[in-house]
């Protein structure tokens, strides 16, 4: 049988992050790289000193693994607030929601033993992704990369997750999860969009000589309609809420989903996911005015690593990078890709830092990096025998800098069962000092390992 989570609230690191001093009643916790930083480690311990926790963007191509005693629980639309009984998790207006991936994750979770009622609510302006997204995700992907004869694709998960945005902004073709709730007005509104759907994607996959099935108006209504009786009860506005919420000082946790470094606006574009995954997207994406988020929490991974296409300077493609990989398990949580693995990044988390208005950097991965007996981290990219001044906004730039590295002695020793920064290793102690110089922002909280009282507290 399942140990509830539940007791997991009365473990060692509650009292750590007693010691955890925040500025404000609001904070928000943001990756500042490309994603899989092990943000959801955090929030979960984190949600403890907190009301209620937000998801502001993305969809179901994020993926927050969190480790509560021996249970690995893998989230990826349900805020990670939800293994904490006492919070209340917000879906912002601001996410993709993908009806059929949130419902099998609740149920996953619930059989699990993870109480969801009213604890979990849902934007009723968040956007739905519909099946047709998906099939426009691939069919697009596929399109663009026979007409570049086999170039950089962007990888995306496939979720539908840009397709969604796209018909957000292109308005009349979107759904809202607060259309579920009028069934009548849906079924006829969908008639017509998966016509213009069955046209733009039919005209699409013939012309690239892809199969393509045309999607029946009717058949998604009932699954709408089924969504609606599931989910009906989840959806509300979420707006409001906040706003009373804030009010009445509760305190709000932000969970950041992908990362800084993949927001639509200020990432690797083109090689990026299609929300603003920085702090920028937290007052868009959940109806909360900028200035009110005191603590910005940038989790910095002291590797780097990154799923699908673009740009990654300090990528590793010879045996330091395998065993980087291998020991930190970097295989996708939400696709079981490999990841590309390579050195820490400064200069890229210094950019990302600035852009969030990051105040406190949560370092994870340093047990990865004790078995290996040099690091090194990039402090400065050469781009034409020119050090370049900036995180350049070019992804064709990017990619053909040459990383300026500063090497650094290994850790010479496991910090997996170290329960203070004091206790950690020297060479440790002087890695996060140079991570925390060259960024400008502390470091406040270390992981040595995944589970939850393996967070040390500065
Ligand atoms: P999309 O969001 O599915 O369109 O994917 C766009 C790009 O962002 C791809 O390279 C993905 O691998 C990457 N990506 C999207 N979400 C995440 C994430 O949560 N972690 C890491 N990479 C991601």
């Not at 991965?365 to 040099?374: D, I, Q, R, T």
């Amino acid at each position: 049988m399942a140990t509830s989570p539940t007791a997991a609230t009365a473990d060692p690191a509650a009292s750590n992050l007693d010691r955890l001093t925040l500025r404000g009643s609001h904070a928000a916790i943001i990756g500042m790289q490309w994603g899989d930083e092990g943000k959801g480690q955090i929030t979960d311990v984190l949600t403890q000193k907190f009301d209620l926790v937000v998801r502001y963007n993305g969809g179901a191509n994020a993926g927050h693994t969190v480790l509560i005693g021996e249970q690995k629980f893998a989230l990826h639309l349900v805020p990670s607030g939800i293994l904490n009984p006492k919070a209340i998790n917000v879906v912002g207006n601001g996410v993709v929601i993908d009806p059929e991936a949130i419902l099998s994750e609740i149920q996953g979770l619930r059989e699990r033993g993870v109480v969801i009622g009213p604890n979990l609510l849902i934007s009723d302006r968040a956007h739905v992704v519909l099946p047709y997204h998906k099939v426009q995700d691939r069919l697009l992907e596929q399109a663009l990369n026979q007409g570049r004869g086999g170039g950089e694709m962007i990888g995306t998960t496939g979720r539908g997750i840009g397709p969604c945005y796209a018909d957000k902004a292109l308005r009349g073709t979107a759904v809202r999860m607060g259309e579920l709730l009028d069934l009548p007005a849906l079924r006829d509104k969908l008639r017509h969009i998966v016509d213009v759907k069955n046209h733009m994607l039919g005209a699409l996959a013939s012309g690239y000589g892809q199969a393509f099935e045309p999607f029946d108006a009717e058949a998604i209504y009932q699954q709408c309609a089924a969504w609606s009786q599931q989910l009906g009860a989840h959806i509300r506005d979420t707006t409001d809420l906040l706003h009373n919420a804030m009010e009445s000082g509760k305190r709000i946790l932000f969970e950041g989903a992908n990362a800084c470094l993949l927001d639509v606006d200020h990432g690797t574009y083109p090689f990026v996911t299609s929300s603003n995954c920085s702090s920028l997207g937290i007052y868009a994406g959940s109806a909360v005015p900028g200035g009110r988020v005191g603590d910005i929490i940038g989790v910095v991974k002291m590797y780097t690593s990154r799923v699908g296409g673009g740009p990654m300077p300090t990528e590793l493609h010879d045996a330091t990078g395998e065993q980087i990989r291998q020991t930190g398990h970097e295989f996708g949580t939400t696709t079981g890709r490999p990841r590309r693995c390579g050195w820490l990044d400064l200069v890229a988390v210094r950019y990302a830092a600035r852009l969030s208005g990051c105040t406190g950097i949560a370092a994870t991965g340093l047990s990865v990096l004790a078995g290996l007996p040099e690091l090194k981290i990039c402090v400065g990219y050469r781009y034409k025998g020119r050090d370049l001044p900036s995180f350049p906004a070019d992804a064709n730039v990017l990619k053909q800098v040459e990383p300026v590295y500063e090497a650094l002695p290994g850790f010479g020793r496991p910090v997996a069962e170290c329960t203070s920064f004091g206790e950690l290793p020297g060479p440790a102690q002087t890695y996060i000092k140079r991570v925390e110089a060259f960024v400008g922002v502390p470091v406040i909280l270390a992981c040595v390992g995944r589970r939850r009282d393996q967070i040390l507290v500065r």
